[in-house]
């Protein structure tokens, strides 16, 4: 990871399963040139690792405050993270 990259986990609730939620922050991810992944949680909420610059992130974080039509998002928690390795690109787990 770069110097001007930074990697955070943002952790969505709310109805934000069975609304294509991770499908979206994907394509959100790729616009906005972000590398990381989007995955489902058993307890019905959302966790995004994000990295890239700090701008980037701060506007991806308010496109998850409001989600895809159909989703109702009720709280977007972020917390910093620590990488080894930048994955490639932006993937869907699960």
Same mark, same amino acid.
Do not use: C, H, Y
């Given at each position: 990871?770069?110097?001007?990259? /930074? $990697?955070?986990?943002?952790? +969505?609730?709310?109805? %934000?399963? &069975? %609304?294509?939620? *991770? $499908? @979206? $922050? @994907?394509? !959100?991810? *790729? /616009?906005?040139?972000?590398?990381? @992944? =989007?995955?489902?949680?058993?307890? #019905?909420? =959302?966790?995004?690792?994000? +990295?890239?610059?700090?701008?980037?992130?701060?506007?991806? %974080? /308010? *496109?998850?405050?409001? &989600?895809?039509? #159909? $989703?109702? =998002?009720? &709280?977007?928690?972020?917390? !910093?993270?620590?990488?080894?390795? /930048?994955?490639?690109?932006?993937? +869907? +787990?699960?």
């Amino acid at each position: 990871m770069t110097d001007d990259r /930074e $990697a955070m986990l943002a952790s +969505i609730t709310g109805k %934000v399963q &069975g %609304v294509g939620f *991770r $499908a @979206w $922050a @994907w394509t !959100e991810a *790729r /616009e906005l040139r972000l590398s990381g @992944w =989007v995955r489902n949680e058993p307890d #019905g909420s =959302v966790t995004a690792l994000l +990295i890239g610059p700090a701008k980037t992130l701060a506007a991806m %974080v /308010e *496109r998850l405050r409001t &989600g895809p039509p #159909g $989703a109702s =998002v009720s &709280g977007v928690v972020t917390s !910093e993270a620590r990488l080894r390795d /930048e994955p490639a690109g932006f993937t +869907i +787990i699960g």
